[in-house]
């Protein structure tokens, strides 16, 4: 079956400007992850959504993140007034859900700040 | 800061060589998982173990976990050019819910032809 998506692949912006990142997991997976890897600070947990429940925002590093899960399957990821910091690859992953240990990744939006 | 500290950061081998490397964590775990990444694209999951388990096998791959020391070994056997990629161990830890994953700094091996 089909993997993890992404879109959009790449995306260059200008500071200050708001990006949404889009991801669509594998059917029937439960749980969503957002990672984020870049240069400074590897790859980090932002936020995750397991079925119904309140997500994990823990991860997220400022109030100008947020994420959203519709009908528990695909996700966007909102940066509002982007700045060159946030340029990274931002990484989904599903899984079965909780009990299931393995995510699968999907291939990244690169984002770039200028 | 991240859980898991990998080395070492780079690796060059021939290929038919074997590559280890290793990783080391901070916090109790449930599970340990190696993933590898093409590119700084997505990752892509090679095994897990298990906290009461000791060592593990998947074709050439054959990973161990000692949780007394807090770490782990991932040896990838008989190398070849497309196993040129950086790898990452990742952490599912005790007191995290869902099982959300704390990636080391990761290994980047190249296998030379």
């Known amino acids: 079956g089909a993997g993890v998506s992404q879109s959009p692949s790449n995306k260059v912006t200008e500071k200050g400007k708001d990006v949404e990142l889009r991801c669509d997991p594998i059917?029937?997976?439960?749980?969503l992850y957002w990672y984020r890897q870049s240069l400074g600070q590897g790859l980090e947990f932002l936020i995750y959504f397991q079925g119904n429940s309140a997500p994990d925002k823990s991860g997220l590093p400022s109030d100008r993140f947020s994420a959203e899960r519709t009908g528990g399957s695909v996700s966007t990821l909102t940066i509002q007034r982007t700045q060159q910091e946030d340029s990274a690859v931002y990484l989904c992953?599903?899984?079965?859900?909780?009990?299931?240990?393995?995510?699968?990744f999907g291939p990244g939006t690169r984002l770039l700040v200028l | 800061s991240q859980q898991g500290e990998e080395d070492p950061q780079a690796l060059s081998i021939q290929e038919g060589e074997n590559a280890t490397m290793n990783c080391s964590y901070k916090?109790?775990?449930?599970?340990l998982q190696w993933y590898r990444q093409n590119s700084g694209r997505g990752l892509v999951h090679l095994i897990l173990?298990?906290?009461?388990?000791r060592e593990k096998h998947s074709g050439r791959l054959r990973v161990t976990l000692d949780t007394s020391k807090k770490s782990s070994s991932l040896l990838i056997t008989a190398s070849r050019a497309a196993d040129t990629a950086s790898y990452f161990c990742?952490?599912?830890?005790?007191?995290?819910?869902?099982?959300?994953?704390?990636f080391g700094g990761g290994t980047r091996v190249l296998v030379k032809p």
């Open positions: 990742a952490t599912d830890m005790i007191k995290a819910a869902g099982n959300k994953l704390t």
């Open positions: 992953a599903s899984s079965r859900g909780t009990g299931a240990k393995t995510q699968y």
């Open positions: 059917s029937g997976h439960t749980a």
């Open positions: 916090t109790s775990i449930n599970n």
């Open positions: 173990i298990r906290s009461n388990e």
